[in-house]
């Protein structure tokens, strides 16, 4: 499953660019269907393990943050490449 959760938001964030952004949700959803809500924690491991490799980049009140970092609350993806 995590490597779905990982396609699906390198995907869904390179589809809308470097200027916009993704919720975890969204990928939830892509993946989880009708049973999305219980992929939300593994969605947002995703991110960070994404943000980690450089593919990613996680934002937080539209500031980037730390994958390692101790955040919690609404998340965004957006992706690093042009």
């Keep these: 499953m995590s490597q779905r959760l990982e396609s699906s938001i390198r ?3 390179e589809h809308r660019g470097p200027k916009s952004s993704i919720c ?7 993946v989880g269907g009708d049973g ?21 980049q996680i934002t ?4 980037v943050v730390d994958p390692d970092g ?3 609350g609404p998340i965004r993806i957006r992706t690093t490449r042009s």
């Design 11 to 13: 995907a869904l964030a």
């Design 60 to 63: 937080q009140r539209g500031s």
């Design 70 to 72: 101790d955040w919690s």
């Design 36 to 56: 999305w809500r219980e992929l939300l924690d593994e969605a947002r491991a995703a991110a960070r393990r994404l943000a980690r490799s450089g593919d990613v």
């Design 24 to 30: 975890p949700s969204d990928a939830a959803r892509a």
